[in-house]
């Protein structure tokens, strides 16, 4: 089966940069998503790597050891918008996407 | 426009009266799939289907039932609503191939159980 862990919540102020870890165990890789969702919304795509390394897309970057079972999700010059909660999910053979419990970013003034 | 259509947004039912909560898909993806989101406990699963007439168990199955006649659509039917069913549902879905676009989600049933 698979084991997501990513921390419960996050503060971090308008401008900064913020970075949201998430580690996994799962048995067969195929790869790690990152999912935005804003508050009683849908989860929104942001990411998905299947190679070790960093991946940038706009003010957004994802990163992923597949040795560590680790990733991470980089925000840069966060905006109030950004406050979200944000989803690390592994697909597990055949069956849909297991989601972590999500980590609740909060951005203040 | 790609999307995933489900209904009714919001729906205030009372104990075991049988409800369908409707999901829509016009992308031709094979894989649909529920979720059920509550605090504290992320997104769950509940059925999923690889593709019509071919439905499986999530990891919370219990109380729920699916069909996939079609491609485009994967009803959730509650035969017996108890509260413990009151949640946040998601469907999904995904092509076949090209794991890298994920899922597409509808836009959310908001389901209350007196």
């Known amino acids: 089966g698979q084991n997501i862990d990513q921390p419960t919540e996050m503060t971090a102020t308008e401008g900064a940069i913020v970075q949201i870890n998430c580690t996994y165990q799962t048995s067969g890789f195929n790869g790690l998503f990152w999912y935005q969702q804003h508050a009683g919304e849908a989860p929104t795509f942001l990411s998905y790597n299947v190679l070790d390394g960093l991946e940038e897309k706009g003010r957004f970057s994802s990163f992923l050891s597949r040795s560590k079972g680790y990733s991470y999700l980089l925000l840069k010059e966060l905006q109030m918008k950004d406050s979200a909660s944000y989803l690390c999910a592994v697909p597990s053979g055949n069956t849909p996407l297991v989601f972590g419990k999500g980590t609740r970013l909060s951005v203040i003034a | 426009e790609a999307q995933v259509t489900q209904n009714p947004r919001y729906l205030i039912t009372v104990t075991g009266k049988k409800l369908t909560v409707t999901c829509s898909q016009n992308m031709n993806h094979e894989y649909m799939s529920w979720y059920r989101q509550d605090p504290g406990l992320g997104l769950r699963q509940i059925y999923y289907?690889?593709?019509?007439?071919?439905?499986d168990k999530g990891d919370v199955p219990e109380g729920y039932k699916v069909s996939r006649k079609e491609k485009r659509n994967f009803p959730l039917i509650l035969e017996s609503p108890s509260p413990n069913q009151t949640s946040l549902y998601f469907c999904?879905?995904?092509?076949?191939?090209?794991?890298?676009?994920?899922?597409?989600f509808g836009s959310g049933t908001r389901l209350t159980v007196v």
């Open positions: 289907s690889m593709n019509v007439e071919v439905t």
């Open positions: 999904a879905s995904s092509p076949r191939t090209g794991l890298n676009y994920g899922y597409t």
